[in-house]
């Protein structure tokens, strides 16, 4: 998440045209307070009953836990670009993704 932040203007255009939502299997009221104290400039929204996580398929062998995965979705509601799982340390899976994201 703090790569998101950090390359937030460039990478998400400061939120013109593209809206960014993180979500997790955590409370909403733990999101809420994560989003604050990092000071994330996108959205964050909870799927404590994994019920997302299941639709993306991004639940992992232990029913429990979910994979980092990343979905583009275009305005017309489809998705344009998907990484399973995403790369978050690999600097070339945000190349890939702001060219997804069309920046």
């Known amino acids: 998440m703090n790569a998101y932040r950090d390359q937030y203007a460039t990478l998400f255009k ?10 997790s299997a955590d ?12 000071e994330y ?3 964050f ?5 994994l ?10 062998k232990e029913a429990a836990l979910t994979n980092r995965n990343l979905f583009v ?8 670009y998907r990484a399973i799982p995403f790369r978050e340390i690999d600097p070339t899976a ?4 702001g060219a997804a994201i069309g920046r």
Do not use: M
């Not at 409370?27 to 990092?38: E, G, H, Y």
């Not at 019920?51 to 992992?60: E, F, K, P, S, T």
């Open 14 to 23: 400061n939120g013109r045209g593209v809206v960014l939502i993180a979500i």
């Open 27 to 38: 409370p909403d009221t733990a999101l809420a307070s994560w989003a604050r104290d990092s």
């Open 41 to 43: 400039p996108f959205l």
């Open 45 to 49: 929204a909870s799927d404590s009953a």
């Open 51 to 60: 019920a997302v996580g299941r639709q993306y398929g991004a639940l992992a």
């Open 73 to 80: 979705v275009g305005p017309d509601g489809k998705i344009t």
């Open 94 to 97: 945000y190349k890939e993704l």
